[in-house]
């Protein structure tokens, strides 16, 4: 028996494939180019945030910038200079997440932004959470402002400057996460709205769950900059708030509710350290399979921490918390920007730090502890051209107020399917789902494999988790397993399998006959063959004669190995006359002789009818249109055999054999 042994990992399949993340631009004319998957240095930025002021940006799905955002207040396009329209588009500078891109339709974006000056500066609250929409078919392709300052959030209902965007269940729509803030104590109200094609829903689905988050911190009016983000796959959402205060929530993307709260890290007695240097949990962020929970701090706490999501019970998960990176240093509340964290397109997730005029870099983020390979000041941000921008004089960039949002199922990293358990025997491999995180999101509602082998009917699918499959000859399989989740959506993931070592048989004979007739089906290249479920032959050839169109599963064995390979044979069975049985039971004529060698006399008894003769291959030898039903016709000149003789008017049809014979 030969067996084939197959070795491999099915690579993890990325989300990757658009581009819509490839160009970063961030803090003071910072930027980062991944199109070629390796950051590059931009050298030509015209942002210049002020401190912790989240940015924006968003590419073509090629990789090519198309516009940045600057503070939540000003669009830049592709050229550097301002959209038209593009000034005051409703936000204004103050959070590492105050503006977000979301593709509308087409080429429509919409440009969510947040305003923290309307809750210290105006009477009562002007809505605090808005949206502009950049056409991009405008202007030469460079856009235009359509619509701006549209409010999400209503009247006098303060925000905290934290947004995250994921994908609804359906896949075309949106959800915005927000989080209501206000005076001390705060609340505990997240916000969810739906973003859709046709706009943005102006009511919230309402969480109320977790800490309080107030809107400003000590000292008095230091807004606090922490974040929430969505895991890759849209189904967990995680917090950082002041005094290490670390939180995970599980969302529905099909409800945009959201539940579950653990709290994973917080201080119970927090000092109050004057100036706003408080021990605080500043960047978060998932990593691309959703397994791990990155988390960067301030103030003497290790700079940057890492929760295994896939440890167990909450309790579990949040002592498996792993220092990554320390640091003792103390910074002012206004510096937390410093720390941001987010995913890249290359897998990886890169953090701003004190240096300023680098990046640091998490390398594998996937992997557990010291195993994730965090690299300091790793990207270096470059010189750029001091008249690059008026409002700056410096020969470097800076990644000054945090990293750009983006909308996090661009990061996704879909699961593979695991090696094959076991070597490949006679084409029969055995397949296992891979083993997935509940807590990363992961509960799956059930399987379905498809193994890309249509010859074997039936068996081509399998609804288990672990799975065998005989393949039915050799050749090159694509398999693929479709994981449908709770509450809703689903990953397919595929894998290749070569197929070999089957025998290798050949199929001949008749394709079609008429019925009544029997063929010949012969087999080479194996032992012995049986068609569909019939007995064993051992001989290279079978007579078959099947009365209706058939399709046969022929199945050969090698003897010498045991092995089996599948085809099919369709042999076509036609009536050869046209006629059908029915109407050939119903002779009700008489025509005379039968047989006959030449001359034949029908009296039909039927008036104004016609009356056709055909041959066995259903051709048509005679036809004439009867007034009295009664004819003669000479058959001298045809060959032997039997004939048909159709009588046929608007009432009925009737068929008799005729038979000539000299």
Not at 36 to 57: D, E, H
Request: proline share 5%; glycine share 8%; charged share 10%.
């Amino acid at each position: 028996m030969k067996r084939i042994s197959i070795y491999f990992l099915f690579l993890a399949q990325l989300c990757f494939s658009q581009k819509e993340t490839a160009q970063w631009r961030f803090g003071q004319l910072a930027g980062l180019d991944f199109q070629s998957g390796t950051p590059i240095a931009v050298t030509n930025s015209v942002l210049n945030v002020l401190n912790v002021s989240g940015v924006s940006s968003i590419a073509d799905s090629l990789g090519n910038l198309l516009f940045q955002v600057d503070n939540a207040t000003t669009i830049f396009d592709k050229n550097l200079d301002t959209m038209a329209n593009g000034s005051n588009i409703g936000g204004w500078a103050a959070g590492a997440q105050i503006s977000i891109v979301v593709r509308k339709s087409g080429s429509l974006y919409y440009v969510i932004c947040h305003n923290s000056s309307h809750y210290f500066f105006t009477n009562p609250i002007a809505p605090m959470m808005t949206y502009a929409i950049v056409d991009m078919s405008l202007a030469a392709g460079l856009g235009s402002v359509t619509v701006s300052n549209q409010p999400i959030t209503p009247v006098g209902i303060p925000m905290t400057s934290k947004m995250a965007v994921t994908k609804h269940c359906n896949q075309h729509d949106y959800w915005l996460l927000t989080h209501r803030g206000g005076p001390l104590p705060g609340s505990n109200e997240y916000y969810a709205y739906l973003i859709s094609s046709s706009g943005i829903s102006s009511m919230p689905v309402i969480s109320a769950l977790g800490s309080n988050q107030p809107q400003a911190y000590f000292p008095a009016y230091a807004t606090y900059f922490g974040a929430h983000k969505f895991s890759p796959n849209g189904r967990k959402v995680a917090a950082t708030m002041p005094y290490r205060t670390v939180e995970l929530y599980d969302f529905d993307p099909n409800t945009g509710m959201l539940s579950n709260a653990i709290k994973l890290d917080t201080i119970s007695n927090p000092p109050f350290v004057n100036g706003g240097a408080e021990p605080n949990a500043v960047g978060i962020e998932f990593s691309p399979d959703g397994t791990k929970l990155y988390v960067s701090y301030v103030n003497k706490h290790p700079q940057l921490c890492q929760f295994n999501l896939c440890a167990g019970s909450p309790a579990a998960i949040a002592a498996s918390k792993t220092i990554i990176n320390f640091d003792t240093n103390l910074v002012a509340a206004n510096s937390a920007g410093y720390y941001g964290l987010q995913s890249a397109l290359d897998g990886k997730i890169y953090k701003c730090t004190d240096s300023l005029k680098s990046l640091s870099v998490i390398n594998h983020p996937n992997n557990l502890g010291a195993l994730c390979n965090y690299v300091a000041h790793a990207v270096p941000l470059g010189t750029v051209n001091v008249g690059a921008t008026s409002t700056v004089n410096i020969p470097y960039a800076l990644a000054l107020g945090g990293l750009p949002s983006f909308i996090s199922n661009f990061f996704e990293e879909k699961a593979s399917i695991p090696a094959l358990t076991s070597n490949i025997s006679c084409g029969s491999a055995s397949f296992s789902a891979p083993s997935l995180c509940a807590a990363a999101g992961y509960s799956v509602a059930n399987y379905k494999w498809i193994f890309g082998d249509v010859l074997s009917g039936a068996s081509n699918t399998a609804s288990t988790a672990n799975s065998n499959h005989v393949f039915s000859a050799n050749g090159n399989y694509t398999v693929n397993l479709v994981l449908n989740y709770y509450p809703c959506g689903s990953d397919t993931l595929k894998k290749a399998i070569p197929i070999s070592g089957l025998p290798t048989m050949s199929i001949s004979g008749k394709s079609s006959i008429c019925r009544g007739q029997s063929a010949v089906i012969s087999v080479a290249g194996v032992s012995s063959f049986q068609l569909n479920t019939s007995t064993v032959v051992a001989q290279g050839s079978i007579s078959v004669q099947p009365t209706v169109t058939t399709v046969y599963t022929i199945t050969g064995t090698d003897a010498l190995t045991g092995c089996s390979s599948l085809k099919t044979y369709t042999l076509s069975v036609a009536p050869c006359t046209g006629i059908d049985a029915a109407a050939l039971a119903n002779e009700t004529f008489v025509m005379y002789p039968n047989p006959s060698s030449g001359i034949v006399v029908i009296e039909s008894g039927t008036k104004n009818c016609n009356i056709k003769v055909f041959n066995q291959l259903g051709q048509i030898l005679y036809h004439v249109k009867s007034e009295s039903g009664n004819e003669s016709i000479d058959m001298s000149n045809w060959d032997n055999g039997i004939y048909f003789v159709e009588i046929q008017n608007s009432d009925n049809r009737k068929i008799q054999k005729l038979i000539k014979k000299d």
